[in-house]
């Protein structure tokens, strides 16, 4: 009897291992705020796509629809989106954690400054 709880309690426990390590799906519709040194960001739509551990998406914002690639891992999200920022381009990422219908992060301008970032899932 004892030998049986132990390998019931073995598979419990080896279930929510699993659970927790599964991985977070971000595919959908978001609205994205952002705010830097330089203050808050107009809010944008964001609409990603999974597969695995690659995330792809577009960004559309007051300047146009910018397309993207990056990473999903467990919780952790990263993307990075190139701009032309006046014959140049730019490359921000945007690194964050997903917690359900709501993502928070920091965000690189590509070493000339920083700020923070948060989404929300669009029903």
């Known amino acids: 009897m004892r030998n049986r709880r132990v390998v019931i309690l073995g598979m419990v426990t ?7 390590t599964a991985q977070t799906d971000v595919t959908g519709s978001w609205t994205v705020t952002s705010s830097t040194d330089q203050g808050a960001n107009p ?14 998406g577009s960004l559309v914002t007051d300047q146009g629809t910018l397309e ?41 301008l590509g070493g000339y400054g920083g700020g923070e970032w948060a989404a929300t899932r669009i029903p």
């Open 68 to 108: 993207f690639e990056g990473t999903m891992s467990g919780d952790k999200i990263e993307f990075t989106i190139a701009i032309d920022a006046g014959g140049m381009t730019m490359e921000i990422t945007l690194s964050g954690t997903v917690d359900g219908d709501k993502m928070t992060g920091t965000l690189d």
């Open 43 to 56: 809010p944008s739509t964001m609409t990603l796509q999974q597969d695995g551990d690659k995330v792809s």
């Open 14 to 20: 080896a279930a929510l291992a699993v659970a927790v």
